[in-house]
Every structure is written in C-alpha cells, then in structure tokens.
Nanobody
Framework: QVQVEESGGGSVQPGGSLRLSCAASGSIYNVNAMGWYRQAPGKQRELVARISPDGRTNYADSVKGRFTISGDNFGATAFLQMNGLKVEDTAVYYC???????????????WGQGTRVTVIS
C-alpha cells in the first residue's frame, strides 16, 4: 500500500508565491518519479512539473521560469515552489508518485487527494 500526502496551497494575489509539499510513503521498492499535475474547472488534468530521483526535471511551458520542483528522501518527497503566480494558475494541484511497490514488480501511479490553489485579485 502506497500513500501520497500533499500539503500547502491556498489563496494568493497575482504575483504571489506558494509552496506545495508531497510525500509518498508505504511499501515502496523504487521511486521512478514524482510529479505535480493540476486541473482547472472544465479542463483536463495537465502535467505541471516532474522530477526523478537523479534530479532530472521537466516543466510545462506555461510554468517555466516561475515554478521550481525539487525533491529529497531518495525521491519520495517533492516540493513545488510557485512564484509569480497568475490567475490562470488557479486549479486543484495533485501530486503523483510513479513508483514500484514492494511485491508488485511493476511501476504504478498513486495520487494525492489534491490541494487547491487560487490566484485572485
């Protein structure tokens, strides 16, 4: 059993900053990557940023230069520092853990419950 827990989020004005945290725990054999996704009302869930245990990252074009993903704990923890927030960043942000659980022998995706980020003037 793998659990993904998120924290952070809230309401800020445009130009403000927020920091999201995520931790994967439980029976994990290997972490392939941790990622942050978001889903705005009426839109599909989209990738925001992703990090692998060796530190490789990738970002959505819309957040490059504003958001920074980092991680530790052998890849089972991820942080998303969001600076220069815009109204269009408003969404529910979900943490994803791409891991191989003990005993399963194959990679699986686990999701957090989501945390709301609201950017409003």
């Amino acid at each position: 059993q793998v659990q993904v827990e998120e924290s952070g989020g809230g309401s800020v004005q445009p130009g403000g900053s927020l920091r999201l945290s995520c931790a994967a725990s439980g029976s994990i054999y290997n972490v392939n990557a941790m990622g942050w996704y978001r889903q705005a009302p009426g839109k599909q869930r989209e990738l925001v940023a992703r990090i692998s245990p060796d530190g490789r990252t990738n970002y959505a074009d819309s957040v490059k230069g504003r958001f920074t993903i980092s991680g530790d704990n052998f890849g089972a923890t991820a942080f998303l520092q969001m600076n220069g927030l815009k109204v269009e960043d408003t969404a529910v942000y979900y943490c994803n853990a791409d891991v191989v659980p003990h005993g399963l022998g194959m990679r699986s995706n686990y999701w957090g419950q989501g945390t709301r980020v609201t950017v409003i003037s």
